[in-house]
Each structure stands twice: as C-alpha cells, then as structure tokens.
C-alpha cells in the first residue's frame, strides 16, 4: 500500500505565477488535509477536504488559494499570484474513511520557492 | 479554537540521558494527542499518540504522559541515541476522523554522543 503521494516535491516559482500542488491520498482514505510550514515553524492547518467536498477551509487564506478534492485524481492546492510570503513547504495528510482511526499520514511535501 | 504550546524550543541531551517534551493545549475538547518526528527534509512521522481516556502510554523508549485537568501532555524518550536528533511537534485535536491537528511549534532535539 503506498503512502501518501504528493507532487511535485520542489517547485519554483516566479512571483505572480501559479502554483499547483497536488496529493494522492492512502489507498482507502477519503479524508485530505492540507498543511504549511514555514522554515523553522510548525505545521499550520489550511483546508479539510472529503470527496467533492470541502469540510473545512479556515485556515486558508482568503485570497489567491484554493483547493479542490475531484471524484477522480488527486487532491489539488492552487495558489494563484504567488508572492514571495508563499515560500513553504506544503504538506498532505490523509486519514481513512469513518472515526475509528485518529491518524494521520503525511505525504513527503512540495518545498514552494518564489523567486 | 485550540491552541498548542510546546516547550522547550531546542533541547540538547548527551546520548542515553533522558529527554522531556512538554505542550499545553486549550481547548477542554480536545482528546487526542499526537507526537510527531521531523527529520531534516523529511516528512512528519507519528511516533506515538495517545487519547484522553488514558494517562500514559509506552513504546519501548517513547512514552507520552496526559494531564487532562491541566490539559497538558509530555513526550519522554529514554536511553537517547544520536538516530534521536531531529524536531518534534505535539499536536491536539477533537475526536474523529475528520477534524484538523494543532500543531505546536516544535522542538529541536539534538543528542550530542
């Protein structure tokens, strides 16, 4: 069973560009999250996604990024006009479907740098 | 909504002595408490959780006390080895399977041989 896929692992951007991140959840995990972190800091909450659903996006900033969960295919996080602040590391996690597991799995990460 | 605080910020330990690392949360309904392992680059590693029904668990070298009156939680690691260096998070969150961790801010642990 694989883990976690994310990709790309680096991404370099320019400022004002798109960035596209995507995840690949654990075979038989319907739960997404996403996460940030900044150098050195800890991890910090973006948005929740189910299935075609997103449950809950209040980490998100409210401008330039979303995130969606198709039917089919990965998880995608867009960051629209990046600037220089989105320099990160963006972490995926995914937990199986229903409540008898609290885990979370992480994905290795996209390391976003904006030139 | 809830917030975690981790301390020590870094923490450095000869090999084999032991290593504490203590995290505050706020939120009454949080009842699980993850530990996770960062390596350099790498990505983050559960290494032991545990639940608010409990007040200690064990694994091997890894234990994790719960003081849920306090609401606060400890990560100890035993007999450390240099394969320990690497930063640690504590996190918390409510129950099931759909709701988001709170991270603390990390803790860098350096074991020196």
């Known amino acids: 069973n694989a883990g976690v896929m994310q990709n790309p692992r680096h991404l370099v951007r320019r400022r004002g560009q798109e960035a596209r991140l995507r995840c690949s959840p654990m075979k038989g995990h319907s739960h997404v999250y996403w996460y940030r972190q900044l150098p050195e800091e800890g991890l910090k909450f973006m948005v929740y996604?189910?299935?075609?659903?997103?449950?809950?996006e209040s980490g998100m900033p409210k401008e330039r990024f979303s995130a969606e969960f198709p039917k089919e295919g990965p998880s995608i996080l867009r960051i629209q006009q990046v600037v220089r602040g989105d320099s990160a590391a963006y972490f995926c996690?995914?937990?199986?479907?229903?409540?008898?597991?609290?885990?979370?799995?992480f994905g290795p990460g996209t390391r976003l740098t904006v030139l | 909504g809830e917030n975690v605080e981790q301390h020590p910020s870094t923490l450095s330990v000869q090999e084999g002595d032991s290593a504490v690392i203590k995290c505050t949360y706020s939120?009454?309904?949080?009842?699980?408490f993850p530990w996770y392992k960062q390596e350099l680059g790498k990505r983050p590693q559960l290494i032991i959780d545990?639940?608010?029904?409990?007040g200690e668990k064990k694994d091997q070298r890894i234990a994790v006390t719960l003081n849920k009156t306090a609401k606060h939680f400890s990560l100890h690691i035993t007999e450390t080895q240099p394969e320990d260096s690497a930063v640690y998070f504590c996190a918390a969150r409510r129950d099931g399977s759909g709701s988001r961790l709170t991270f603390g801010e990390g803790t860098q642990l350096t074991v020196n041989p």
């Open positions: 545990i639940r608010s029904n409990v």
């Open positions: 996604l189910q299935k075609e659903n997103i449950i809950d």
């Open positions: 996690a995914s937990s199986p479907t229903g409540q008898i597991s609290n885990e979370q799995f």
């Open positions: 939120d009454s309904a949080s009842n699980y």
